[in-house]
T-cell receptor, first 117, second 115 residues
Framework: AQSVTQLGSHVSVSEGALVLLRCNYS??????LFWYVQYPNQGLQLLLK??????LVKGINGFEAEFKKSETSFHLTKPSAHMSDAAEYFC???????????????FGKGTHLIIQP | DGGITQSPKYLFRKEGQNVTLSCEQN?????MYWYRQDPGQGLRLIYY???????QKGDIAEGYSVSREKKESFPLTVTSAQKNPTAFYLC??????????????FGPGTRLTVT
């Protein structure tokens, strides 16, 4: 079984400030972790993913995330927020599915990022 | 240009009518999924399919049905038995990997409104 908790349904930052979106997960096996972004009335776009290896992963649009096993966290950061970053962000975890095939992606409830001018 | 298409973008129906949402992908992915998205609730899995002619119920399958006759297509029917069908519906696909741990690719979504 696996689960994802995103702390804060809404996060507001000023343009140019650090963006930090929190994600904690639980998984009975070594997880694969993902961050997706969703703009209004659109589908989800993959920002970045962690599978194995380097725990700091870089994604598109200047975002990065660090996998911390001891803290069961995968927080998303960006050094300087832009107005165009305003969107909904989803963290997801993939555990192991017996026999392979369709993955067991479990999504958090999302964090709405608001950028103040 | 590979991707996932969903049509239509907006769909309006009267209560008591069945409605079918289209999802097509040209990514050559084996697995396809349907999610429902409601404000503040994230994504909830309705159905998924790992291969042609096979599909499995997700967490909220009641009132929905699917078919997978072709690799490229995974239509979702919202039946009159679905008590609260108004929502944003997202289709996704992924490759099949050992352990099934690949990222999913999403379509643009269909917003269904039932009155």
């Amino acid at each position: 079984a696996q689960s994802v908790t995103q702390l804060g349904s809404h996060v507001s930052v000023s343009e140019g400030a650090l963006v930090l979106l929190r994600c904690n997960y639980s998984s009975s096996v070594p997880p694969y972790l993902f961050w997706y972004v969703q703009y209004p009335n659109q589908g989800l776009q993959l920002l970045l993913k962690y599978t194995t290896g380097a725990t700091l992963v870089k994604g598109i649009n200047g975002f990065e995330a660090e996998f911390k096993k001891s803290e069961t966290s995968f927080h998303l950061t960006k050094p300087s927020a832009h107005m165009s970053d305003a969107a909904e962000y989803f963290c997801a975890v993939s555990g192991f599915i017996e026999g392979g095939g369709a993955d067991g992606l479990t999504f958090g409830k999302g964090t709405h990022l608001i950028i103040q001018p | 240009d590979g991707g996932i298409t969903q049509s239509p973008k907006y769909l309006f129906r009267k209560e008591g009518q069945n409605v079918t949402l289209s999802c097509e992908q040209n990514l050559n992915h084996d697995a396809m999924y349907w999610y429902r998205q409601d404000p503040g609730q994230g994504l909830r899995l309705i159905y998924y399919s790992q291969i042609v002619n096979d599909f499995q119920k997700g967490d909220i399958a009641e009132g929905y049905s699917v078919s997978r006759e072709k690799k490229e297509s995974f239509p979702l029917t919202v039946t009159s038995a679905q008590k609260n069908p108004t929502a944003f519906y997202l289709c996704a696909s992924s490759i099949r990997t050992p352990g099934g741990r690949s990222e999913q690719y999403f379509g643009p979504g269909t917003r269904l409104t039932v009155t």
